[in-house]
């Protein structure tokens, strides 16, 4: 089960430093890309303001 990014995102790229295989971009809001990712959880560890749920 990946993990997505909600309408909370405020785009602060702390998640893009966290994600070891570098499935999430860059945007108004931050899109992990779900192919990608290996559900490790470091994202949504390290969002300020919790908007890394599990899809």
Not at 24 to 49: L, R
């Amino acid at each position: 089960m990946a993990y997505k990014i909600t309408d909370e995102c405020i785009a602060c790229g702390s998640c893009m430093d966290e994600c070891p295989v570098e499935a999430i971009s860059e945007g108004d809001i931050y899109v992990i890309d779900a192919a990608t990712c290996t559900d490790c959880g470091a994202c949504a560890e390290q969002c300020p303001v919790e908007a890394i749920v599990q899809d």
